[in-house]
């Protein structure tokens, strides 16, 4: 089996962008009460999208491709690993996403 990277400069920013964002977002819901789960999570929603874009090998080619990152595969991975992270990191630190000073 051979794992390649095709992902260029542009699709990179752009997972990382969107990781930093999820995780922000995240944070500012609910009752946080770890100051960095930001950077957890979007490490979480970060591993989430390149696996799933850049090694599965059966999604590299699923359109729309964006300077060869797997757009569909990258956000629903990246969705998935930083929700799954959120709800724990959230969990086993006490907070709560139902209460608090930002909660919806």
Same mark, same amino acid.
């Given at each position: 089996?051979?794992?390649?990277?095709?992902?260029?400069?542009?699709?990179?920013?752009? &997972?990382?962008?969107?990781?930093?964002?999820?995780?922000?977002?995240?944070?500012?819901?609910?009752?946080?009460?770890?100051?960095? @789960? #930001?950077?957890?999570?979007?490490?979480?929603? =970060?591993?989430?999208?390149? +696996?799933? /874009?850049?090694?599965?090998? $059966?999604?590299? @080619?699923?359109?729309?491709? #964006?300077?060869?990152?797997?757009?569909?595969?990258?956000?629903?991975?990246?969705? +998935?690993? $930083?929700?799954?992270?959120? =709800? &724990? &990191?959230? =969990?086993?630190?006490?907070? /709560?996403?139902? !209460?608090?000073? !930002?909660?919806?």
């Amino acid at each position: 089996m051979e794992l390649t990277y095709e992902m260029g400069i542009g699709g990179l920013a752009l &997972v990382i962008a969107g990781s930093l964002v999820l995780g922000v977002v995240l944070q500012l819901i609910g009752d946080a009460r770890f100051g960095f @789960e #930001w950077i957890l999570t979007a490490l979480g929603a =970060f591993a989430g999208a390149m +696996i799933a /874009s850049e090694l599965i090998v $059966g999604l590299q @080619e699923m359109e729309p491709v #964006w300077d060869g990152l797997a757009l569909v595969p990258a956000l629903v991975g990246g969705l +998935i690993g $930083g929700i799954v992270v959120a =709800f &724990v &990191v959230r =969990f086993v630190t006490g907070g /709560s996403y139902l !209460h608090g000073p !930002h909660a919806v």
